[in-house]
């Protein structure tokens, strides 16, 4: 018999001469049937060693065999890791997925990952606190799940997407190192990266700065990736550091994968002045503010080995790119002598040509890909994009590697057409660099009426992401820490005086009785679990995980629940609203669930 537990195989010996009744156990045993054994450990014979296993040394050799517990068999093969399983089944079934040993692998190499995490903080003073669950219900980017009280009726609590208030809180309250690993929630859609619950390394630290935070942090990231995974080399220590500005000027992204090259190159200054003949360059570069600066952009991307491209591959990134906002493609191939051909050149001529040839520093077989557009931003998102989906599709990334990466002071804020007000890009907490300070003004001079032309616009936040191999792996600022100066930035979200007090007030009032300055970050543990574990899902790293619906198919949830439990909350359910069929007289977060009072 082959023995499983979570350490691994161990073979079992029944010798019918020397144990007859173990025998006849034994002989009525079948696949995953949960066993008692008690024998002898001894060598196994001399030529039948098994030096696949930890174990393949050894043998135990039993004198009793009792069954605990029979099983039926398994929807799928157990011992058979790469035998190809539809996931909805392995999440049907996830307590039997779990014995199958890559999806027990990573839950074990996930446990020595918060393990580690632990370790680090507690060697560097910090406390470890757990915050509560039931909070009160802010904006904070995303829905919230939210918890009618029975004790109280027609009132809710709302799960928290982070424990950002309290965190900060526990600063005024004098605890300078805070650490928790913390259970989070966030009524979204989900995709590879996102789940409705999820854990993150929650952090916050007093006295300190951004290059304090980001120093601490990056200590933490290199110990912590040593332990869990040391056979993985670090790309560049210490981290790349580049500000939001260069992160998309050269990537496209704000969590750029460094694995490989392929930057984004500006051809405005190589088309040079007047008319490039190609109408759809040219009208982007007629476009420009007030002042005759250029708001449009023409930028490239070189693609290695991509010349021989046909023209339904072709047809297909263009396609992509139209998927996230360009217009369309533009392309030039280089031939083996470095010469130039493209569909344009007929417009732009062979100088021209040539000239985009050497700004994109394309060599021999190369494809070089152009997007123009007259928004700036549009052109960096869908190159960045594209040149993360062909920097997979290339190959060009080492798997094995860690590129980890700083992006740093963010724009504080951007406009929101439909609630004509500034959004916070990370969080409504985040500090602003000293010198943007007296940025955070409206032109109208009514901090109560923000407009788009507003100074606050330009400032910038003293935010800063950490990214991994393309993917942001955690995200944090410097706080804003007096009172005064976070009610100027929530009058520029919009907030009145009476709204801000009603959402925010424990904090403000906090922030009356002396708050230091303090900052901090949170790492998406999921995210930094599944990339340790060379996974694009974090569900994969995940023990009992929703679907891309929110559902979980073992425990069949979510469910509808008892009428006595509608009646206790003083609830019922009238409907999901829409357009058409508008739910009458229900709250804002009421019409989203359907639920009246």
Same mark, same amino acid.
């Given at each position: 018999i082959d023995l499983r537990d979570r350490y691994g195989l161990t073979q079992i010996v029944i010798n019918e001469a020397e144990a007859p009744e173990a025998a006849a156990v034994a002989r009525a045993v079948r696949s995953e049937f949960v066993l008692e054994i008690i024998g002898k450990v001894a060598r196994r014979l001399s030529g039948t060693e098994n030096a696949k296993l930890a174990t393949g040394? #050894?043998?135990?050799?039993?004198?009793?065999? $009792? #069954?605990?517990? /029979?099983?039926q068999t398994p929807p799928f093969y157990i011992n058979e890791p790469d035998a190809p399983v539809d996931e909805s089944l392995r999440l049907r079934y996830r307590y039997l997925d779990i014995r199958r040993q890559p999806m027990l692998d990573r839950l074990l190499q996930r446990s020595e990952l918060v393990r580690a995490i632990r370790d680090a903080h507690h060697r560097a003073g910090f406390v470890e606190i757990e915050t509560p669950i039931l909070l009160k219900s802010t904006p904070e980017g995303a829905r919230d799940f939210i918890v009618p009280s029975r004790l109280?009726?027609?009132? #809710?609590?709302?799960? +928290?997407?982070?424990?950002?208030?309290? *965190?900060?809180?526990?600063?005024?309250a004098g605890i !300078?190192?805070?650490f928790q690993i913390a259970r989070c929630f966030r009524d979204e859609d989900l995709r590879g990266d996102r789940q409705p619950e999820f854990t993150q390394l929650d952090l916050e630290m007093s006295f300190v700065d951004e290059q304090r935070v980001?120093?601490?942090? /990056?200590?933490? #990231?290199?110990?912590?990736?040593? &332990? %869990?995974v040391p056979g993985r080399p670090i790309q560049q220590l210490p981290f790349p550091r580049m500000d939001y500005h260069e992160a998309m000027e050269r990537f496209g992204s704000d969590k750029p994968d460094l694995r490989f090259g392929m930057e984004l190159v500006d051809l405005v200054p190589t088309l040079g002045e007047g008319s490039t003949g190609f109408r759809v360059?040219?009208?982007?570069?007629?476009?420009s503010d007030a002042s005759g600066v250029t708001l449009g952009r023409i930028k490239a991307i070189a693609a290695p080995g991509m010349a021989e491209s046909s023209r339904s591959q072709i047809d297909e990134l263009v396609a992509f790119v139209r998927r996230y906002g360009a217009k369309g493609l533009a392309h030039v191939s280089v031939a083996a002598d470095g010469t130039g051909h493209s569909p344009i050149a007929k417009f732009l001529g062979d100088d021209r040509i040539a000239a985009i040839v050497k700004a994109a520093a394309a060599a021999p077989g190369d494809l070089i890909l152009i997007v123009a557009d007259a928004d700036h931003e549009r052109v960096a998102d869908v190159l960045g994009r594209l040149r993360q989906e062909l920097g997979l599709r290339l190959g060009l990334a080492d798997p094995k590697v860690l590129a980890y990466c700083w992006v740093f002071h963010? +724009?504080?804020?951007? @406009?929101? %057409? $439909?609630? *004509?007000? @500034?959004?916070?890009?990370?969080?409504?907490?985040?500090?602003? =660099?000293?010198e943007d300070e007296k940025l955070l003004v409206t032109a109208s001079g009514d901090p109560y009426v923000p407009s788009r032309e507003d100074p606050a616009g330009q400032a910038r936040a003293m935010q800063y992401d950490i990214a991994l191999n393309g993917w942001e792996l955690g995200g944090g600022s410097v706080r804003i820490h007096k009172r005064e100066l976070l009610e100027s930035s929530f009058a520029l979200q919009g907030y009145s005086l009476e709204k801000m007090h009603s959402l925010f007030g424990g904090i403000l009032e906090a922030f009356d009785y002396g708050a230091p300055p303090h900052g901090g970050i949170a790492m998406g543990i999921d995210r930094w679990a599944a990339l340790f574990a060379y996974q694009t899902n974090i569900r994969e790293v995940m023990a009992f995980p *929703?679907?891309?619906?929110? &559902? !979980? =198919?073992? =425990? $069949?949830? +979510?469910?509808? +629940? $008892?009428?006595?439990?509608?009646? /206790?909350?003083?609830?019922?359910?009238?409907?999901? /609203?829409?357009?058409?069929?508008? %739910?009458?007289?229900?709250? !804002?977060?009421?019409?989203?669930?359907?639920?009246?009072?």
């Open positions: 040394a #050894i043998e135990v050799q039993a004198g009793s065999v $009792e #069954i605990l517990n /029979e099983a109280q009726p027609g009132s #809710i609590y709302a799960l +928290p997407q982070s424990p950002q208030q309290l *965190k900060q809180l526990l600063m005024v !300078d190192r805070y980001m120093d601490f942090v /990056e200590a933490m #990231i290199v110990e912590v990736s040593r &332990t %869990v360059f040219d009208e982007v570069l007629a476009q963010f +724009p504080m804020y951007k @406009w929101d %057409v $439909e609630g *004509k007000r @500034w959004d916070a890009t990370h969080n409504p907490f985040s500090g602003v =660099l000293p *929703k679907t891309q619906s929110g &559902t !979980d =198919l073992m =425990l $069949e949830a +979510p469910s509808t +629940p $008892e009428a006595a439990q509608y009646s /206790e909350l003083g609830l019922r359910f009238v409907g999901v /609203e829409t357009p058409e069929a508008p %739910v009458a007289g229900a709250a !804002d977060q009421g019409n989203q669930l359907g639920v009246g009072s």
